[in-house]
């Protein structure tokens, strides 16, 4: 059995979206993860229905990302917060017309440290809580993902792996390979400590200084033991393939070719 393997289309940013989603479909997606950022999406609240529509009639799944750029959680700025609730409150419910399996969440940033981050992860807790009520009649899960470097995190490691403590099942966790490359987590045991809720994973390289979204491989993450953990730890969780505009689209091909092969002995036992 082939493990499904979901493409973001961040790689086809700002192109015209059914068309992003046929492309994707003809280098190999199973899945797709649709980021809601660009030109595309600025009135595509006033066509969800419509758009809903056509893409239940395409043979594939999804995922949704709700805007990333600009978007803060926790914000120390009030208006700031609310309008990042309001976007993902209204991602999650688009995410329930196309019956897509989650939502991705950044949980914030802190960008100064005059602003202290344990009130902004209480921000984060109550945000995520009361999107949580929104999502769960809809049957659609809520991705918690690690976001922030450079100091910008709200959370360490430990901190991150315990955040869903005492938040309803709604929510996971989703890691994201590159940004934890970036703050030096341990990925392989960030997998096994978030095991039991970990939804998905945003798989992409870089050279430890900038989020670039490289292909895997082609940046300094240590792979062999990621494979490793996915297999042993987390072999049900979404893997999703996050690589920068204008990546060449035979290297999503390379790299679902490459996830399944790494991950098809356990799947195998299963």
Partial sequence: MKKTICY?????????LLHNIDTLI??????????????????????????????L????????HPPAWDINLTSENYATREVAFTEYKKAIEFAGSIQATHVVIHPGFCFSPVFDKQIAQLRAKEYISELCRIAKPLHVKLAIENVGYNGSSLFTQE???????????????????GHA?????DIPRLIN????????LHLHDNDGKGDTHLVIGDGTIEWDPIFTAIRED???AELILEYAPNTPLEKLQEGKDLLQSRIKANLELK
């Fill in 8 to 16: 973001s289309d961040l790689a086809l940013l700002s192109n015209n």
């Fill in 26 to 55: 003809e280098y190999g997606a199973d899945k797709i993860e649709l980021l809601m950022d660009g030109p595309e999406w600025n009135a595509m609240e006033n066509l969800f229905q419509e758009l809903a529509q056509k893409l």
């Fill in 57 to 64: 009639s395409i043979p594939v799944g999804y995922t949704i």
């Fill in 159 to 177: 901190e991150f792996t315990k955040f869903l403590a005492d938040i309803d099942e709604t929510a996971g966790f989703l890691i994201d390979t």
């Fill in 181 to 185: 490359h970036l703050n030096n987590w």
């Fill in 193 to 200: 400590e978030t095991k039991d809720r970990l939804l998905a």
């Fill in 234 to 236: 987390a072999p049900h």
